[in-house]
């Protein structure tokens, strides 16, 4: 680490200003508010394989833009381009107003993008504040007898994650200690502390209870109404639809389109992901039927208390 890394990141807690959020229509929002993402007729090939297709994806600030599409469907290709780990082979990438091709994740990290994995890019064996802070650590002292600012890192991680609703005990406690939600909070904690624009979440639910995705999907909607962009990348339209403002369903590299709450139901999502005629043939299936209600039925209640609260 050099001193001008060190210099680059606040030593102390910034507060998130709230930007209030207002209703969006059922086309774009109005008025003169600009996409904070626009992607337009986006192209992607490896080795002559399309891996997407004329992509057109617009993401406006206080919005969750929920990007939804099944195994293969395109979204972890479209996802590393927005983060700089690919760059498009056609289209153009417009991010806050300027056209951007990014070449690593550091240089979209510094306009602003931050990306939380489903590995979440933590260390189990190291401390709550020693992740939080990781790549960007604190210092104090002069010169080359500059040393890591523990009590600093320590309050920061405590102060932004209670900023969020989570309060630890001991932010030297080891992160391998915590539950696959509270990982979540402390990479989202971490992403809007350091300035993300645009906070993008691989599949945050993939791997969590019921009751963890409902707090997780809960810190989406703290985010979305800070001002920040949101992109929600999963499979699971029950946990999506609750919070999700927008839905672009992706299949096969193409875009199967760009849908309101307004215009399009849960059920909607689900056929144009799955296809109809795949629906068709498991609801053939006599047994198939009431598994399948009670799994939407669960889902749509975890998903309904939260969308009510």
């Given at each position: ?50 891996a ?13 833009m ?5 195994n ?63 790549g960007?650590?604190?210092?104090r ?9 523990g ?51 691989d ?23 800070e001002g ?20 672009t369903?992706?299949?096969?590299g ?38 399948a ?17």
């Open positions: 680490m050099t001193a001008e890394d060190v210099t680059a990141q606040p030593a102390t807690a910034q507060p998130v200003t709230a930007q209030p959020v207002t209703a969006r229509p059922a086309t774009a929002p109005a008025g003169p508010v600009e996409p904070l993402v626009q992607l337009t007729n986006i192209c992607k090939y490896f080795l002559g394989v399309t997407l297709e004329d992509i057109n994806f617009p993401v406006y600030p206080g919005e969750v929920c990007l939804l599409g099944d293969g469907a395109g979204k972890s290709t479209l996802i590393k381009i927005l983060s700089g780990v690919h760059q498009q082979d056609k289209g153009t990438y417009w991010f806050d107003g300027q056209a951007r091709r990014f070449t690593s994740p550091r240089e979209a990290k510094a306009c602003g993008i931050a990306t939380v994995y489903q590995d979440l890019s933590m260390i189990p064996l190291m401390s709550i504040s020693r992740n939080f802070w990781l960007s650590e604190p210092t002292g002069v010169g080359p007898l500059r040393f890591f600012d009590p600093t890192a320590r309050r920061v991680a405590r102060e932004e994650l209670a900023r969020i609703g989570i309060r630890i005990r001991d932010a030297d406690q080891l992160v391998g200690t915590l539950s696959g939600g509270e990982r979540q909070c402390v990479a989202i904690a971490r992403a809007k502390y350091f300035g993300a624009k645009l906070l993008i979440l599949e945050p639910t993939s791997a969590l209870g019921v009751r963890e995705a409902r707090g997780v999907l809960r810190y989406v909607r703290q985010a979305r109404d920040l962009g949101v992109v929600l990348i999963t499979h699971n339209v029950n946990h999506a639809y609750p919070v999700g403002d927008r839905f369903v992706l299949g096969h193409h875009s199967l389109g760009t849908f309101t709450k307004d215009e399009v139901s849960r059920e909607d999502v689900l056929e144009l992901m799955a296809g109809g005629e795949d629906l068709a043939d498991v609801g053939a299936d006599d047994g198939a039927d009431d598994g209600d009670a799994g939407v039925d669960a889902g749509a209640g975890a998903g309904g208390e939260l969308a009510d609260e």
